[in-house]
């Protein structure tokens, strides 16, 4: 990052999410964040599971069932979630998704 920032805006615009899949891109990381592109068809999903670190979601396109511990959201572009370490989580796509992941370290 020889001039001390990064801008993304392109990246975000021509994401190709595969038919029936998930596509998953790494964007940036450094040693204290990684930002990875997701790309969900509708009715592709992400089981339960949990991050080790403070997570960020942003929504920028499409909608998604997001199930934040017990409690079930919907998301839609621009919804922005932040979740502590360890709360089991999982994503259900109703339409075609574009969502960013922030893994805060």
Avoid at 4 to 33: Q, W
Avoid at 89 to 104: D, E, R, S
Wanted: proline letters at 6%; aromatic letters at 6%; hydrophobic letters at 45%.
């Amino acid at each position: 990052m020889p001039a001390g920032f990064v801008h993304l805006g392109k990246e975000l615009e021509d994401i190709r999410i595969p038919a029936n899949g998930i596509l998953s891109r790494t964007l940036y990381k450094d040693g204290r964040v990684k930002v990875v592109l997701f790309g969900f068809d509708r009715g592709q999903e992400l089981s339960e599971h949990t991050a080790s670190m403070p997570a960020v979601l942003n929504f920028v396109k499409g909608r998604a069932r997001v199930t934040l511990g017990k409690k079930q959201v919907d998301a839609r572009a621009g919804t922005w979630v932040y979740m502590k370490p360890g709360l089991p989580h999982a994503i259900v796509a109703k339409t075609p998704v574009v969502m960013l992941l922030t893994l805060l370290k």
